[in-house]
């Protein structure tokens, strides 16, 4: 059954079907022109294929929402066939390919708890934990007396993620970093 909405309701990480394609909502904006009626401008992107669309809603169109089935899931590991997971209630293995898994390569290490949307039976995204936890394998050695404050360093983390940390972070110490905004926020306790 398709859930219908007006078109200034579209947000941000909805699932929408447009011209019988079906995309994922990245950005959102309302605009007021000076004559006639606000609409809302949304970046899209196509969940298929990957290309990013803009799109012009007005408030009285209809846009059929889609309701994504989610799943959590253990990542296990990753070989050359695809990024391997879990599902923690059935214990199901299922291989995701690099495509699905997309950007949140750069935070999976094994153990790590993240939920699998799906559509229709096959897997379209994977959602990770607001922050993560990785260990720093690569950074310059810390500075006498350095302090919170600074510019920071670079550090390469074990995933391949580079994140600017500040100067007393040394090899091998685990930090906290932000999956939206790939930013340290500190060092794990």
Do not use: W
Not at 10 to 29: A, H, M, P, Q, S
Not at 50 to 68: K, L
């Amino acid at each position: 059954m398709a859930t219908y909405i007006n078109g200034n309701a579209v947000r941000v990480g909805f699932l929408i079907r447009y011209k019988n394609e079906i995309y994922r909502v990245l950005t959102t904006e309302v605009q007021k022109p000076g004559k006639g009626p606000s609409y809302l401008q949304a970046k899209l992107r196509n969940i298929i294929q990957g290309n990013q669309t803009e799109i012009r809603f007005r408030s009285d169109e209809r846009v059929e929402r889609i309701a994504m089935e989610q799943h959590e899931m253990e990542f296990l590991y990753e070989d050359p066939s695809g990024y391997f997971f879990m599902n923690t209630e059935t214990y199901d293995q299922m291989s995701l390919e690099k495509e699905v898994v997309a950007d949140a390569v750069k935070y999976l290490t094994p153990n790590l708890k993240v939920h699998v949307e799906f559509f229709e039976g096959k897997p379209l995204n994977v959602l990770l934990p607001k922050v993560v936890e990785l260990k720093i394998i690569d950074t310059e050695p810390p500075l006498r007396g350095a302090t919170a404050s600074g510019s920071g360093k670079p550090a390469k983390c074990e995933t391949g993620l580079s994140v600017n940390v500040p100067n007393f972070i040394e090899v091998g110490q685990v930090v906290r970093v932000d999956t939206e905004e790939g930013k340290y926020l500190e060092r794990a306790k």
